[in-house]
C-alpha cells in the first residue's frame, strides 16, 4: 500500500515535456553524426510518462525489469537501434527489445555522444577520478557553450597511484582498473586525456602524461606507450554508467519531481574479472 500511495504522487508528464527537457540538458544536435540519438520509440497515442528508467544499455534484463516497474520511459545512454532495422522479430535481443518496448507502451530515448559533449555531462562525471587544475574539451564544439566537446584535457598534480586509486573509487567498481604504465607508481602526472567508453580515436596525438578510457585496442594501447603516455582502462561502460547517479537528481528537478526516475538495477558492464587462488 506504501508503493501505491507512492506511485500515485507523481502526476506525470506528457511524453514531449520530458523530451524538451532532455534536450535542453544536452541537445540532440550536439551528437556526432553518425550515432543515432534521441526520441527512437515513440508509443501511440498521447502518451504520459510517471516513472522513467536510467540505464548504460538496455539489454533484455533491463527491459524486463522496466516491464515489471511499469516504466513508461526507458533514457538508455547507448542507442540500442544503431543501425537500421530491417524487421521486427525475436531472432534477437535487440529485435525483442524493441518489439518489448511497443508492445508494452514503454518510450525509448537514447542521448550517448550529446550527453559525451555537453558541459556537466559524462566525460564531465569521468574527469572528476582526478583532481583538477584546469579542464576544456580536447575537441571544441563550434559555436557551442564554453566546455562543450569531445573528450577534456585536464591539468592536475597527482601520482599515477593517487589516480589509480580515485578512479577505482569515483567508478565505484569491484573488479579492476586496466593499466599500461609507461611511468613509475609515484610520477607525478601532470596532464591527463579523458574521454569516456572507447576514446581511442579522440584521444589519438594527444600530449599528456596520461589518458583515462573506457577501452582501446593493442596496438592503440601500444602507440600510446611508445609515445611515452599511460594508459588507464575501466571497461567501456563503467567509465559512464556512473553518470547516472549524478543525472538521476538533475533529470527530477527539471522535471520538477513530477515523475518517479530511478536506475536500472539490471545495468552492468558485460565484463568482470575474476581473482582465482591457485591450487597448491
Known sequence: M??????????????????????NFAPASLAEKWDNVGLLIEPQGDKLVKKILLTNDLTEPVMSEAVDVKA?????????????LTRITCANWKERVVASCLVNGIALYSPHTAWDKVPGGVNDWLA??????SIKPLVPEPNAEPGTGSG??????????????????????????????????KSVIRTVGICAG????????IQAD??????????ELLDFNH????????????????????????LSKRLGASCQVEISEKDRDPLHTECRLAKQ
Open 227 to 250: 609515445n611515452g603516455t599511460s594508459v588507464l582502462l575501466c571497461n567501456h561502460s563503467n567509465s559512464e554508467r556512473g553518470f547516472l547517479r549524478e543525472f538521476l537528481p538533475e
Open 72 to 84: 513508461d520511459l526507458i533514457i538508455s545512454y547507448h542507442p540500442p537501434i544503431f543501425k537500421p
Open 210 to 219: 596520461l589518458v583515462i578510457t573506457g577501452e582501446m585496442s593493442h596496438h
Open 152 to 185: 577534456r584535457i585536464i591539468e592536475t598534480n597527482m601520482t599515477i597511484s593517487e589516480i589509480i586509486d580515485s578512479l577505482q573509487k569515483h567508478i565505484e567498481n569491484d573488479v579492476h582498473v586496466a593499466l599500461a604504465v609507461e611511468h613509475h607508481p
Open 198 to 205: 572507447s576514446g581511442s580515436s579522440v584521444l589519438q596525438g
Open 128 to 133: 572528476k577520478a582526478v583532481n583538477i587544475e
Open 2 to 23: 506504501l508503493l501505491l500511495r507512492k506511485m500515485s504522487s507523481f502526476r506525470g508528464l506528457k511524453l514531449g515535456h520530458v523530451v524538451a527537457q532532455l534536450e
